[in-house]
Nanobody
Framework: QEQLVESGGGSVQAGGSLRLSCETF????????MAWFRQAPGKEREGVAF????????FHADSVKGRFAISIDYAKNTVYLQMNSLKPEDTGVYYC???????????????????WGQGTQVTVSS
């Protein structure tokens, strides 16, 4: 069964950068899509970006477009989220998710992903 382990979170000042990593374990075939979500205190989980494994098509939410970039390294079984020009409103727990053994996700709706990581905290101070 596929497992996802996130890393790279931390505390930065506004305008800074972080790179999150999501390493996948325990699978014999690739997930069809990988994504990053985030959840701020008291708010619903929000989709940030996804990437399809077959052709590496990416999609980024409007709130992060031009600042964040999702990418995938098959050799390392790892998905990345490069986050630049961070803002205090980017603060939250960031989760990696996969559509594994099911149809490739075509959006950032949580129900399209069936495997989730534990999350990594990102805190941006002003």
């Amino acid at each position: 069964q596929e497992q996802l382990v996130e890393s790279g979170g931390g505390s930065v000042q506004a305008g800074g950068s972080l790179r999150l990593s999501c390493e996948t374990f325990g699978h014999t075939y690739r997930s069809n899509s990988m994504a990053w979500f985030r959840q701020a205190p008291g708010k619903e989980r929000e989709g940030v970006a996804f990437i399809t494994s077959a052709d590496r098509v990416t999609f980024h939410a409007d709130s992060v477009k031009g600042r964040f970039a999702i990418s995938i390294d098959y050799a390392k079984n790892t998905v990345y989220l490069q986050m630049n020009s961070l803002k205090p409103e980017d603060t939250g727990v960031y989760y990696c998710a996969a559509a594994h053994g099911i149809a490739a996700a075509t959006s950032l709706l949580p129900w399209q992903y069936n495997v989730w990581g534990q999350g990594t905290q990102v805190t941006v101070s002003s």
